[in-house]
């Protein structure tokens, strides 16, 4: 089986933040473009492992993830197919990113 890590920490930053570029280089849509998308569009299992950063900002979480859906077409259900979010068991913060990401990809609707 085909499979992409991504550390977001090492990846991509220790303090990812915002939405969009206007908002810093390490913003939601940069990581959903230059990581994610091209993951998803490319591997059968998508591992992201949340360890590391200072911590999200939900503007950040929910345009990275939700953005999947809203901005490029892919499904909910595609998402969560793929999806594996690390650490496994993490501290209660790690858990409750997981639990955002999990909400804003299935709430997010497709533009348009």
């Known amino acids: 089986m085909n499979s992409k890590y991504i550390n977001i920490a090492k990846d991509f930053s220790v303090v990812p933040a915002g939405r969009f570029n206007e908002d810093g280089p390490f913003n939601g ?3 959903r473009q230059r990581f994610l998308l ?3 569009r490319h ?7 949340l360890e590391g950063t200072e911590g999200f900002g939900s503007s950040f979480l929910e345009e990275a993830f939700g953005g999947l859906v809203r901005e490029e077409g892919l499904t909910s259900q595609e998402i969560l197919d793929k999806l594996t979010l690390l650490p496994k068991s993490g501290s209660g913060r790690i858990e ?11 709430e997010a609707r497709p533009n348009g």
């Open 29 to 31: 849509t940069t990581f």
């Open 96 to 106: 409750r990113y997981k639990r955002l990401i999990a909400r804003y990809i299935m």
């Open 43 to 49: 591997y059968q299992v998508v591992q992201v492992d």
């Open 38 to 40: 091209p993951a998803f």
